[in-house]
């Protein structure tokens, strides 16, 4: 059973997806399709515009034959670990390819690029200039798109591994927010805010509607309020808070009464918006450098979604006696407590009806589409 792999967000579902999908499946003549898909909370340090088994759903129903989990920690974490826990989770899947998007398409480049070490020394003198780390890396390979950098990450991860690479040329530009056929995810949530039409950019136009999305503004009240009544010892011991950025954090929060201004002030050429967003999730989520030094090995796959192809390949895996948890009590106990802990974040700015039924998603099983 030939099985190919995406690593992805689907947040939310687009054009440029479905044409990823179609495309890897043909490429790789692949039996089965997996997407390694965040939860409810991204890359970028946003919640999902849509919860994950909504989004999962749909994936199943587009093309991909089982979705699995990418857990809390790594998918709000920078592009490497973000990719690190993506392919961790294929080589347990037993994955042959992993698919991914390119703004250059240019996969000798960027093997290239893997394969290179980053000098320390350079990168010091870059950051001592005063740039930020991506423009730093950057200067020591060549100008990256987010995409690209991405697909390096990949690469990265996936040395000593028999996983084979399988590139797709980006129809959108990641941070385009052009509306339309092509639009890319950014563009079509830029656009949901805006209260657009949608209908053309992406199959999940009806759900976006009729859903509330869980803006990070909505949550910035309490980001403020523990900002400023938290000591300065128990802010530094949250994950990714290094350099005494707490202080700043402080500083921002308590000149600024909304999300947008906040952000806007927090942001200089040593702090990064993704850095920024990705640190003050962590503080939202109250997760400690020691509680993420606990977690276990990853070795568990949980089965978001998953349709008759996916029901087969599953039992086939079961054989293989590879770790599967079609249930949340077969999560173990550590990283389940945190993708428990970070729902009832997700959900706190919901009305009840809502926040009471994604939480009982979160603890029930997989969805299966027909």
Known sequence: MKVCGIIAEYNPLHNGHLYQISEARKQSDADIMIAIMSGNFVQRGEPAVL?????????VENGIDVVIELPYIYATESASYFAKGGVRLLE?????????????GNLENLQEIADTPVNPDHLHMNLSKGLSFPKAYSLLTSTMEPNDILAVSYLK????TSIKPII????????DTTL????????IRTAVKEQQDISGSTVMAKQLLETDIPWMEKYYSYLRTFLLTSNKERLSELFLFSEGIENHLVRCAAECDNW???LNMAVTHRYTAGRIRRCVLQALNQVTKYEVSRLPKLDTLRILAFNENGRQWLHAMRKKDVRIASRFADVPYPW??????????????????????ILQKEIGGPVYVK
Not at 168 to 175: A, E
């Open 168 to 175: 797709i040329q980006r129809t959108s530009g990641y941070l």
């Open 336 to 357: 389940r407590a945190m993708e428990y802990r970070t729902t009832l974040l997700y959900t706190s700015v919901m009305d009840e009806h809502t926040r009471k039924e």
């Open 260 to 262: 947008s201004a906040f």
């Open 51 to 59: 919860d994950k088994f909504t989004r999962a759903k749909a994936a």
């Open 180 to 187: 339309s056929t092509n639009a890319s995810a950014l563009a």
């Open 92 to 104: 347990l899947a037993g994955a042959d390819y992993i698919s991914f998007g390119s703004e250059c």
């Open 157 to 160: 991860a996936m040395q000593g």
